[in-house]
């Protein structure tokens, strides 16, 4: 049999337990044909890689991440980097010199953990966009700031002491706006400025889904779009599927819909009420390269915002422990519309308090109305009591935590909790001994996103200042890596063509420098992506190696072996 291509000469960590390691692969129309099959076997490859003793492992699948807001922060300005208040106002007021008088200065990244929770100035920001209005997107999400001239904008009409629903327009002592717009508040500026047009999502999912490549990530969960205050349009799913048709889409995605993208769906009169899209369209619409995923719903708000839903004040502010971002009830309600519909749940929720609303009702629906085709999910997991892990354990919920906010944001989250919530924060080894299924996920780009990186964080559990946050959550290396890959693609629904290499397998995955789970855990990070391949085709790495064509009748093609090892690992080969 003619195969389309050989990848030999490497160390395969397949992640298939009945082979965990092998040489080669056979892979043939996208998918693993055969792993380490000897000379005799009659296979014979039109194409062959030769690897040069490079690692090689099923490619990484990050199932919490937001790739439209992603690649929108590379189109604005940045204020990742900012450890001042001096460097957000330089960077404001070098992105608004081009602008004309009336545009908008837009910038992104910016996180007031790293800044000892200090808020921009309203008038500091005037003066440094030279009067134009600015909107600073934070890096949690759920939280903007805007200078003076915006809120004139976004505040016509709106009195800032009116409550708002799941939100809140902070002000100073006096009443006066201080700028801050949290949670469902921030839709104030979202109505003067959104929907973006569908060319922007499209150019902003190119730049997002190219990056990921160079990371050796080849599925991404996309975590709400579409609506609420995480959405850039109502349309955003066809930018998406237009991305698609121009080759814009570099990865396999599955988009999950906001809530809010969701309504009310008439049926038979003998059909209970349910939410969903007209039509019945609901979660497993799809295939391989893009499949329509949960319903995320957003019960609470944000550990760096202290807005996440405690049952416990927060440390240092006696009256807050955050808040659901609706009426516990029309919460309930939602989520089973939604369920009954088709819709797997994705519930967001951080805080304690908050997580058990999202056990009490993912369970119910399950016991209602049985499983549906995706696992239902708890996204973060801030705070975890251990009779909350035994619940989730049973019900068979998946928990998507992000072991990289304990890297960059580790130090903030411990003042607010305390020690004795900090040992429940974002666990990783309890979920494993329950038998819960744990996937790898960043949430970029509130956090960092490059999986290496978020294993070493698996691992280490390090802060910033080099504190062990939870120390008997960490996990190992291998453990690390298996969440990335079968921990994913099980939390996604796709464990069975997902996530190892192994026969029958999509020919996913990725050409390391060293073995990550080999090397000492504060050099996991330091390994290097010198390839990804996604459905059997170099997708990125092209200019290190190019497969040869195999002359006629050969069994394994006569490569120059030099050539290769050289291309791929930049070093000479004796």
Same mark, same amino acid.
Request: aromatic share 6%; net charge negative.
């Given at each position: 049999? =003619?195969v389309?291509?050989l990848?030999?000469?490497a160390?395969?960590l397949?992640?298939?337990?009945a082979?965990? &390691? @092998?040489?080669?692969?056979?892979?043939?129309?996208?998918?693993?044909?055969a *792993?380490?099959e000897?000379p005799?076997?009659?296979?014979r490859?039109?194409?062959?890689?030769d690897?040069a003793?490079?690692t090689v492992?099923?490619g990484?699948n990050?199932?919490?991440?937001?790739?439209?807001w992603? %690649?929108?922060?590379l189109?604005?300005?940045d204020?990742g980097?900012?450890r001042s208040?001096?460097d957000?106002y330089?960077?404001i007021?070098e992105?608004?010199?081009?602008?004309?008088p009336?545009?908008?200065?837009?910038a992104?990244g910016f996180s007031?953990?790293?800044?000892?929770?200090?808020q921009?100035d309203?008038?500091?920001?005037?003066?440094?966009a030279?009067?134009r209005?600015v909107?600073?997107?934070h890096?949690s999400?759920?939280a903007?700031?805007?200078?003076g001239?915006?809120l004139?904008?976004v505040?016509?009409g709106?009195d800032p002491?009116?409550?708002i629903e799941?939100g809140?327009?902070a002000?100073?002592?006096?009443?006066?706006?201080t700028?801050?717009l949290?949670?469902n508040?921030?839709?104030?500026v &979202? #109505?003067?400025m959104?929907?973006?047009?569908l060319?922007?999502?499209?150019?902003?999912?190119?730049?997002?889904?190219?990056?990921y490549?160079?990371?050796g990530?080849?599925? +991404?969960?996309d975590?709400?779009?579409?609506?609420?205050w995480?959405?850039?349009?109502?349309r955003e !799913?066809m930018?998406?599927?237009n991305?698609?048709?121009?080759?814009?889409?570099s990865?396999?995605?599955q988009p999950?819909?906001?809530? #809010?993208?969701l309504?009310?769906?008439?049926?038979?009169?003998s059909e209970p009420a349910?939410?969903?899209?007209?039509?019945?369209?609901?979660?497993?619409?799809?295939?391989?390269w893009?499949?329509?995923?949960? *319903?995320?719903?957003f019960?609470?708000?944000?550990?760096?915002?202290?807005? @996440?839903?405690?049952?416990?004040?927060?440390v240092?502010?006696?009256?807050n422990?955050g808040?659901?971002?609706? #009426?516990?009830?029309?919460?309930r309600s939602?989520?089973?519309?939604?369920?009954?519909? %088709?819709?797997?749940?994705?519930m967001h929720?951080?805080?304690?308090?908050?997580?058990?609303?999202a056990?009490?009702?993912i369970s119910e629906?399950q016991?209602?109305? %049985?499983?549906n085709?995706?696992p239902?999910?708890?996204e973060?997991?801030? *705070?975890l009591?251990?009779?909350q892990l035994?619940?989730?354990?049973?019900?068979?919920?998946?928990?998507?935590p992000?072991?990289?906010f304990?890297t960059e !944001?580790?130090?903030?989250?411990a003042?607010?909790?305390?020690?004795?919530?900090?040992e429940?924060s974002?666990? @990783?080894?309890s979920l =494993?001994r329950r038998g819960s299924?744990l996937?790898g996920?960043?949430?970029?780009? *509130?956090?960092?996103?490059?999986?290496?990186?978020v294993?070493?964080?698996f +691992?280490e559990?390090?802060?910033p200042s080099?504190a062990?946050?939870?120390?008997?959550?960490?996990?190992t290396?291998?453990?690390?890596?298996?969440?990335?890959?079968?921990g994913?693609?099980a @939390?996604t629904g796709?464990?069975?063509i997902k996530?190892?290499?192994a026969?029958?397998?999509l020919?996913?995955l990725v050409?390391?420098?060293q073995?990550?789970?080999?090397?000492p855990?504060?050099d996991?990070?330091?390994?290097?992506?010198?390839a990804?391949m996604?459905?059997?085709d170099?997708? !990125?790495?092209?200019?290190?190696?190019?497969?040869?064509e195999?002359?006629a009748?050969?069994?394994h093609?006569?490569? #120059?072996?030099t050539? !290769?090892?050289?291309?791929?690992?930049?070093k000479e080969?004796?």
């Amino acid at each position: 049999m =003619l195969v389309d291509l050989l990848i030999r000469n490497a160390h395969i960590l397949t992640q298939d337990p009945a082979q965990p &390691q @092998a040489r080669e692969l056979w892979i043939h129309d996208g998918k693993v044909l055969a *792993v380490d099959e000897g000379p005799d076997s009659g296979l014979r490859a039109r194409r062959t890689i030769d690897a040069a003793g490079s690692t090689v492992v099923p490619g990484f699948n990050d199932v919490h991440a937001h790739s439209v807001w992603f %690649g929108l922060t590379l189109m604005e300005a940045d204020l990742g980097r900012a450890r001042s208040m001096d460097d957000v106002y330089a960077v404001i007021a070098e992105a608004s010199a081009p602008l004309g008088p009336d545009e908008w200065v837009v910038a992104s990244g910016f996180s007031p953990l790293l800044l000892e929770g200090t808020q921009p100035d309203r008038e500091r920001l005037d003066a440094a966009a030279g009067g134009r209005p600015v909107w600073i997107k934070h890096s949690s999400g759920h939280a903007c700031t805007l200078n003076g001239v915006a809120l004139g904008l976004v505040l016509k009409g709106v009195d800032p002491a009116e409550p708002i629903e799941g939100g809140v327009i902070a002000t100073d002592p006096s009443g006066r706006p201080t700028g801050l717009l949290e949670e469902n508040a921030m839709r104030l500026v &979202q #109505d003067l400025m959104l929907p973006y047009p569908l060319e922007t999502i499209e150019r902003a999912l190119d730049l997002a889904t190219t990056h990921y490549l160079s990371e050796g990530i080849t599925s +991404v969960t996309d975590a709400g779009i579409a609506g609420g205050w995480i959405g850039h349009s109502p349309r955003e !799913f066809m930018a998406y599927q237009n991305a698609r048709d121009k080759g814009l889409l570099s990865v396999r995605m599955q988009p999950m819909l906001v809530l #809010d993208a969701l309504h009310a769906v008439t049926g038979h009169s003998s059909e209970p009420a349910a939410r969903g899209i007209d039509a019945g369209i609901r979660t497993g619409l799809g295939d391989d390269w893009l499949r329509v995923g949960s *319903v995320k719903i957003f019960s609470d708000g944000s550990l760096l915002g202290s807005t @996440a839903y405690m049952t416990e004040n927060y440390v240092g502010c006696t009256h807050n422990h955050g808040y659901l971002q609706m #009426d516990a009830q029309e919460l309930r309600s939602a989520a089973l519309e939604a369920y009954r519909a %088709g819709w797997a749940i994705a519930m967001h929720a951080i805080g304690d308090h908050a997580i058990d609303h999202a056990i009490d009702i993912i369970s119910e629906a399950q016991d209602a109305y %049985g499983l549906n085709s995706l696992p239902n999910r708890i996204e973060h997991g801030g *705070v975890l009591r251990p009779e909350q892990l035994d619940r989730i354990a049973e019900a068979g919920i998946v928990v998507v935590p992000q072991p990289h906010f304990i890297t960059e !944001f580790g130090d903030g989250m411990a003042r607010l909790l305390g020690p004795r919530r900090t040992e429940l924060s974002y666990p @990783a080894k309890s979920l =494993l001994r329950r038998g819960s299924i744990l996937p790898g996920s960043s949430d970029r780009p *509130v956090s960092e996103g490059r999986p290496l990186n978020v294993m070493q964080s698996f +691992v280490e559990r390090l802060t910033p200042s080099g504190a062990t946050y939870g120390p008997a959550e960490r996990l190992t290396a291998a453990e690390a890596l298996a969440a990335y890959t079968t921990g994913s693609a099980a @939390a996604t629904g796709a464990a069975d063509i997902k996530g190892r290499l192994a026969p029958g397998y999509l020919a996913d995955l990725v050409f390391l420098d060293q073995d990550p789970t080999a090397v000492p855990s504060s050099d996991i990070a330091a390994t290097q992506v010198l390839a990804t391949m996604v459905g059997g085709d170099l997708r !990125f790495g092209t200019d290190r190696f190019a497969a040869k064509e195999a002359a006629a009748g050969d069994t394994h093609t006569d490569t #120059d072996t030099t050539e !290769f090892a050289t291309a791929l690992s930049g070093k000479e080969t004796p």
